[in-house]
């Protein structure tokens, strides 16, 4: 099956913006998604298809993608945005199956 | 307001069985694809399995395939996933995810249940 491969961690200075990415064969087919864990909570939708937030969702969030690569792009990062996030996308190997990156850690200085 | 509440999870040794379930509400039930996504202490997620709105296609990782059975009943707006055969890397929190395709799955979450906890021990 496919993978999704995430920087384990990134850092960002608060109001800075910061680019999380995702790599994998699969996103040259598929539009990732991108979810938001916060300690002790479950899963939030940020991003999904092209570059689609759900109702709630602050406008500081996007996603892009280019060949291989999707990012999830916060601008003007807030401390309420420290978190874990996870890109998925479907498989690309030719099973109907779903994928998630190993996470990245988010940490705003 | 949709809600996606688990129920179901708890102690198990190795090769013992566990049911969960999954009572949704807030939105039509049936018109849905849903997942089982888990999530083992410290890790990242892993989708387990998936159906879509009519219960008609099913899904599995390689992991658990021929061991754990997704379904669902549309008249109680509850998913199910049992679980046979349990191993000690089952544990792990696992959520329910409402997709967002409309009957068919595309494999995007938009809502999540609070999850319940499987521990398999020997």
């Known amino acids: 099956s496919s993978e999704l491969t995430q920087d384990p961690a990134v850092s960002v200075a608060l109001g800075q913006t910061v680019r999380i990415t995702c790599q994998g064969d699969?996103?040259?087919?598929?539009?990732a998604s991108w979810y938001q864990q916060k300690p002790g909570q479950a899963p939030v939708l940020v991003i999904y298809?092209?570059?689609n937030r759900p109702s709630g969702i602050p406008d500081r969030f996007s996603g892009s993608s280019s060949g291989n690569t999707a990012s999830l792009t916060i601008t003007g990062a807030q401390a309420e945005d420290e978190a874990d996030y996870y890109c998925?996308?479907?498989?690309?190997?030719?099973?109907?199956?779903?994928?998630f990156g190993g996470g990245t850690k988010l940490t705003v200085l | 307001e949709v809600q996606l509440v688990e129920s179901g999870g708890g102690l198990v040794q190795p090769g013992g069985s566990l049911r969960l379930s999954c009572a949704v509400s807030?939105?039509?039930?049936?018109?849905?694809?849903m997942s089982w996504v888990r999530q083992a202490p410290g890790k990242g997620l892993e989708w387990v399995s998936g159906?879509?709105?009519?219960?008609?296609?099913?899904y599995y990782a390689d992991s658990v395939k021929g061991r754990f059975t997704i379904s669902r009943d549309n008249s109680k707006n509850t998913l199910y996933l049992q679980m046979n055969s349990l191993r000690a890397e089952d544990t792990a929190l696992y959520y329910c995810?409402?997709?967002?395709?409309?009957?068919?799955?595309?494999?995007?979450?938009?809502?999540w249940g609070q999850g319940t906890l499987v521990t398999v021990y020997s």
């Open positions: 995810a409402k997709d967002t395709g409309n009957t068919a799955m595309v494999f995007q979450f938009d809502y």
């Open positions: 807030g939105f039509t039930f049936s018109s849905y694809a």
């Open positions: 159906l879509s709105g009519n219960g008609g296609s099913t």
């Open positions: 699969s996103l040259r087919s598929y539009y």
């Open positions: 298809g092209k570059n």
């Open positions: 998925n996308s479907r498989d690309s190997s030719g099973n109907p199956h779903v994928v």
